[in-house]
């Protein structure tokens, strides 16, 4: 497929309007998708990081858009990003991937350490030098249980040592900085957690194991010995399980959410096009995948709306927050946001594979207007980031204690 052709298709598979003052964000994302797009086939093949189209991210000043205006940057809502990830996961998934997991640190270091000495000014790095965060919560031995750590913060001579032994972390080779999850000290509990903002001067990263996988392969999610060392000050002044549920997971649920619309949002462009021009081929009959394609637009309708409904519920969280809010509710908000991210990852994948029955030979093909392999290896990760097995037991304990 052209460029030109693939870049038309993504622009129809966009958000709905910006949210107020989103506009010039939104219109910054579609010039850096544009860039995107252009590569993603090579990307994909090669497992190659996308420098372009992250390069593209950082000339359109997007890497800050989350920092509040006060700290240099664009000051931009949850509303916004999540539509920027629409726009950049229909061009290029790794891209779209690496741009929401930057955007999760940032919301993190935002609502947990804007009042810090050292978290301050950080942030005003992060927007004036357009720095690129990572992750690294996962850890081996313990797999994806967000709220666990093996590793620990020494202290000694005031300053902080840690090494982790982490198997995934996204474009952790090509970050300027990445967050850690570790134990407090080195006699806490596994739970007793806290959140590290780690700059690339201060760590290194050695023996990388290989990402050779099915989807999502311009992530470059190898794994390393994560060994970093800094200012105690670095540690954010706030536990990391409040931080998990008040930013991390209400906000990658929500992120990632948004993406893998994008990617499906693309497909079913892609099939809706076909469908198209199986109709003009044939006036006055339906094409035989017509209840396909009807199917899918609900389905994607569907995943909108639980979207949207996630980002009021977040707002008035947040709210409710300020002003104090029950046990009961904050139950309510955390089995609806784990829902989001199940129910999403599910029918994204379902969307891409309706697309793909409508489509038939040429979706299955690679290198056609109407090539959805790329879509379905990619959106196969979504059930797996935090396995949905893990967040639906999740979900089942907080309502055994609910009592709401
Ligand atoms: C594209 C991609 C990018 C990623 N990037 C990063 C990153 O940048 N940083 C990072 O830290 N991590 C990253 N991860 C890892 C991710 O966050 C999870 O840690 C990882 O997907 C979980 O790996 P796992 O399936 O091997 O392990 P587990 O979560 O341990 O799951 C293994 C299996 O055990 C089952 N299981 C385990 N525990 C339970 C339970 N309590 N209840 C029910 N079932 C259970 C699950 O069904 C699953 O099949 C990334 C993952 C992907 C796919």
Redesign the pocket.
Known sequence: MSSAARVELAHVAQPRPAPAGGQALFDAARQAASVAVQHADQVDRDAAFPAQAVEALRAERLLGAMVPASHGGGGATLETIAGICRILGASCSATG?IYA?HQIQVACVVEHGLGSAWHGPFLERIASGQLLL?????EEAI??ALRTSGCAVNEEGGRFHLLKM?P???YGAHADGILITARRHADASPADQVLVCAEKSGYTLQNPTGWDTLG?RG?C?NGFRLEATGDPAQVLPVPFGEIADLTMTPVSHILWSALWIGIAGDALQRAKAFFQGQARARPGSLPPSAARVAEAVSLLQMMEGRLDLALARRRQRQADVAGGTSMSAAFTLAAEMNGLKTAVSTMALEVVQQAMLVCGMAGYKHGTPFSLGRHLRDLW?AP????N??IL?NTASLLLADRS
Request: charged share 10%; hydrophobic share 45%; glycine share 8%.
């Open positions: 991937m997991m990572a992750s690294a919560t996962s797999g994806g982490a995934t972390i996204s999502m992530t999610s990760s797996l980031m935090i396995s097995d893990r037991a």
